[in-house]
């Protein structure tokens, strides 16, 4: 979570930190969501079956439960999809290239090709 950077559109300094974050169930620590919530970041992250058992059980100790958008969710399908298709090209599945310029400019190929 300390690499995020978020590049600014447009003149100005570079924005650190992004506005939201959409994650998957792999992404429901109380870490991370505490993490998030010191700097600000709004989250949308559903939680585990576990720890929803584990809130339970524990009554009103358990607290509340994280707030939840499912339409706001629904949004991050589109960005799985995107990941789906480029995985489809198997020098971006398997990271062939050695450099980072190199697999960025794969990835920018691929993109391109997908969009036209």
């Known amino acids: 979570m300390q690499a ?25 620590s109380r870490a991370i969501r505490t993490w998030l919530r010191e700097r600000g970041i709004a989250r949308t992250i559903p939680e585990r079956a576990d720890q929803i058992r584990n809130r339970l059980r524990r009554g009103r100790r358990g607290g509340r439960p ?5 339409a706001v969710y629904k949004r991050r399908n589109v960005v799985e999809r995107c990941f789906n298709r480029l995985k489809q090209w198997r020098g971006i599945a398997t990271r062939y290239d050695k450099t980072a310029q190199s697999f960025q400019a794969a990835v920018t190929l691929a993109t391109l ?3 036209a």
């Open 113 to 115: 090709l997908m969009w």
């Open 4 to 28: 995020i950077r978020v590049p600014r559109i447009g003149p100005g300094r570079p924005r650190i930190l992004p506005s939201h974050a959409i994650g998957d169930k792999g992404y429901s």
């Open 66 to 70: 994280p707030v939840f958008d499912k």
